[in-house]
């Protein structure tokens, strides 16, 4: 199974600060990564898919890069609303997995 | 609009028996793969089980294998998940999810609460 490890588990910073998520592969998977938010109480939704790749409607303060087992999910000025868990997915191989998480808590 | 909305969930014993429905709307359903995806109480995302627009494929994650059952009525725009002997360990919120165009879960319902306990 490919095991994907997020860091930080929390990260806490100020609105209007630049946010850079973590998500490592324990073997490659080109690009076939996405990013997930999710808010208390909610159902996760999908941000960025091929790891690059904005889902529709998605801001463009959102942007994701990487490929092979390195990715990153950067948040270039946070906003109230983005306080949130984010989550990483492959769909490389099955079973799909996910990210631990990480948490964008205010500071 | 494009949702989905799941019921079925509820308390059920250990080794007891849950069908959890899932029912979508609109979009072309058959046209779609579907998920199900959980999250025990303050925990992450695991996924569950995946099964294809015509039911020709199905996957499922290791800790469900042979205990629960994924099927869908293309006819009813439905998509279930048949769960027996279940474990305290399967409580979680269950959430259905559309397999999108780009390959990821693109839509996903509000989730329903599954207890497994005594």
């Known amino acids: 199974d490919t095991v994907l490890t997020q860091s930080p588990a929390t990260l806490s910073l100020s609105p209007g600060e630049r946010a850079t998520l973590s998500c490592r592969a324990s073997?490659?998977?080109?690009?076939?990564l996405a990013w997930y938010q999710q808010k208390p109480g909610q159902a996760p939704s999908l941000l960025i898919y091929?790891?690059?790749n904005r889902a529709t409607g998605i801001p463009a303060r959102f942007s994701g890069s990487g490929s092979g087992t390195d990715f990153t999910l950067t948040i270039s000025s946070l906003e109230p609303e983005d306080f949130a868990v984010y989550y990483c997915q492959q769909r490389s191989d099955w079973p799909l997995t996910f990210g631990g998480g990480t948490e964008v808590e205010i500071k | 609009e494009v949702q989905l909305l799941e019921s079925g969930g509820g308390l059920a014993q250990p080794g007891g028996s849950l069908r959890l429905s899932c029912a979508a709307s609109g979009f072309t359903f058959s046209s779609y793969a579907m998920r199900w995806v959980r999250q025990a109480p303050g925990k992450g995302l695991e996924w569950v089980s995946a099964?294809?627009?015509?039911?020709?494929?199905?996957y499922y994650a290791d800790s469900v294998k042979g205990r629960f059952t994924i099927s869908r009525d293309n006819s009813k725009n439905m998509v279930y998940l048949q769960m027996s002997s279940l474990r305290a360990e399967d409580t979680a919120v269950y959430y259905c999810?559309?397999?999108?165009?780009?390959?990821?879960?693109?839509?996903w319902g509000k989730g329903t609460t599954v207890t497994v306990s005594s």
């Open positions: 073997q490659s998977i080109s690009n076939f």
């Open positions: 999810a559309r397999r999108g165009d780009h390959s990821y879960m693109d839509v």
């Open positions: 099964i294809s627009g015509s039911s020709g494929t199905i």
């Open positions: 091929d790891a690059s």
